[in-house]
């Protein structure tokens, strides 16, 4: 009897990822199968996430063709907030899924508010956002504020 090794190389698959959880790093976790081992990119709200020591791709547990691991992100801040997009490929395919991350509120704003909005950021300085640049001076047409008694 003889006994022959069989190597089956197939296209990745993301077959789990997951919203960001807090540990000693934010992680958003992620596990995806593939032979050979597939090349990893993120893409953060539609764009290239370009990784730093702050921001990588850690693999914690390699099984074979199966790779478990997380984005890793330090100390996250409202600026992280978005839309994270994994891609996986080989020179089989490709696979791709996305997760939305919310990391912290906006400073000042409610949670529930959308700071891309002009009347939420400009509504604490009674300014509309068409108000800017009007620099004509019309000092002499706004009431006086003085309710001192002058009798």
């Not at 996430?49 to 890793?72: D, F, M, P």
């Not at 919310?102 to 956002?129: L, S």
């Amino acid at each position: 009897m003889g006994s022959v090794n069989l190597t089956v190389h197939f296209a990745p698959t993301i077959t789990f990822l997951e919203s960001p959880t807090s540990d000693h790093h934010w992680c958003i976790p992620f596990t995806v199968k593939g032979n050979p081992k597939p090349a990893l990119q993120w893409f953060y709200n539609g764009a290239i996430l370009n990784e730093s020591k702050y921001i990588c791709t850690k693999i914690h547990v390699t099984n074979h063709t199966e790779y478990h691991g997380c984005l890793q992100l330090d100390n996250p801040t409202h600026m992280n907030n978005g839309d994270y997009t994994l891609i996986a490929k080989n020179e089989y395919g490709k696979d791709e899924k996305q997760i939305s991350a919310h990391f912290m509120g906006w400073p000042g704003i409610d949670d529930g508010a959308n700071p891309n909005y002009p009347d939420v950021i400009y509504e604490d300085y009674g300014t509309a956002a068409n108000d800017i640049g009007d620099t004509t001076n019309r000092s002499n047409e706004i009431p006086s504020t003085d309710v001192t008694d002058k009798t």
